[in-house]
């Protein structure tokens, strides 16, 4: 069985960021006992340890064959936050102790690290997220298009933004980005689908000029359960 090792992915990574620049690690889990999930994150924050990142976590509601029941997102705002929180972990009894519950409670599924390349919105506002991953050919030219797309304001009720894979990433099985599109709630998510009939001519150009480059894995919906900020 694999357990989630959250320190040890963490502190072995290789991944390089511009000192300002937020980053996330990204942790996808299978759990039964989503409770014993919450109360153990909730632990770990109350002790603010290491307490220089913020921690989300998020239930798959519709994740088609995949078993990661939840994901656990930790956002580090620079690089010294990383750093911080890394070194941190050796010299906090309550890491230890979390990551000895969530060896009890759940399997890791999947983790690695993302770099945000853009986007726009305040993703705290969101409750539900859609989430596509894929594999992009030219980054570049991908990018230029989705900013296009999105920046016409029809695409996206909330928050958005691409992100690209980092260390740990499955490139056959998810890619090597993802984007996503937020919503305040799940009734903004479904009058928005519900009245998505006719695709919108951006839309239509977009997929004309990434049908080359892009090739799509899935599409995801996802909840947001709790948020846990470091404490002051």
Not at 45 to 59: E, F, I, Y
Request: glycine letters at 6%; a negative charge.
């Amino acid at each position: 069985m694999k357990k989630i090792l959250l320190i040890v992915a963490l502190m072995g990574s290789t991944f390089v960021a511009a000192q300002e620049r937020p980053f996330q690690a990204f942790f996808g889990i299978k759990t039964d006992n989503p409770l014993a999930v919450v109360s153990a994150l909730d632990s770990l924050s109350n002790a603010n340890c290491p307490g220089t990142s913020s921690v989300r976590l998020m239930q798959e509601l519709f994740n088609g064959p995949e078993e990661t029941t939840h994901t656990i997102i930790v956002t580090f705002p620079n690089k010294m936050s990383y750093l911080m929180w890394a070194n941190n972990w050796t010299n906090c009894p309550a890491a230890g102790k979390f990551l000895n519950t969530m060896n009890e409670i759940s399997e890791q599924t999947y983790q690695f690290m993302g770099m945000p390349l853009m986007g726009d919105g305040d993703p705290n506002a969101d409750q539900v997220f859609q989430v596509f991953l894929m594999d992009v050919k030219d980054p570049a030219n991908y990018a230029k298009a989705y900013s296009s797309l999105m920046s016409s304001g029809e695409q996206c009720a909330g928050s958005w933004a691409l992100v690209a894979m980092g260390p740990g990433m499955n490139v056959e099985r998810y890619g090597t980005h993802f984007a996503y599109c937020g919503f305040k709630d799940i009734d903004v998510y479904l009058d928005g689908y519900m009245s998505n009939v006719t695709p919108t001519k951006e839309y239509t150009d977009f997929i004309k000029k990434v049908s080359n480059i892009r090739e799509l894995k899935a599409v995801n919906m996802s909840g947001v359960v709790k948020d846990w900020a470091p404490q002051q």
